[in-house]
């Protein structure tokens, strides 16, 4: 089986799960995003006046820690928000494999093996930092600017998803693994996730690069779009590492 073949095959898989479920699915999309961005707006405030203290406690000429310490406060609190990632695995292994799914799994990190789903947040979320970069300069940028920087928005956030993508190829199962083995270090997640993934990497970049125009087009419509996006996206996220578990199983 070809790449292309191997990536439409699990894509297929993601719709057909999704049929007749897309309605809840959305509103539980509509939900975590609601969630997120209301979560990112209090932690940004609730950052910016801790640094803006702190910087009035040093005196007015320290702007460039209070710039740092944002930056740093605003990572920290990424990694807290990043944390859903663990109860977005359990919702769609649950979704897939047939299992209750319900909006409250969305907090199953917090509740379980807390400091490993923060450590491998912590791990994900310094990552992504770094690949996007680009895209947070230019989004610096856009606020001095009058007129909407829209293509080096679009090119940048672009980058730095296909960055992003390729860093974390080997580790990208960990969250589905801790699920699976909540007993194993979070040094042993990663060397499980690398060894999962050995031979595997350029298939799950193929099935991830099929994603980026929904993800940019999520984007451009103002983020209404990724409430369809994002279940799809993570169906088949799900079913690629179910097929890295149990290839028989789910090939009959």
Known sequence: MTLYQSCSDICNQAKNKLDGKYGSVTLFAMFYYALSINANTLLSTFASSIADSMGRLLGQNHPAFTGILFYVLCVFFTVLIGMVRAGLALYFLNLVCGGTFSYFQLFHGYQE??????CLSLIVTLIQELCMLPYQYVTYLQQFQKELLLVPLAGTYLLGTLLFILAILGISQIFYLLLDFPQLSVKELLRKSNQLMKGHRMRYFCLQLRFVPMLLLGILSLGIGMFWVLPYVN????????????PKQQKS
């Open 235 to 246: 169906t088949a996220t799900t079913i690629f590492f179910l097929d890295l578990m149990n």
């Open 113 to 118: 093996n807390f400091k490993k789903t923060f």
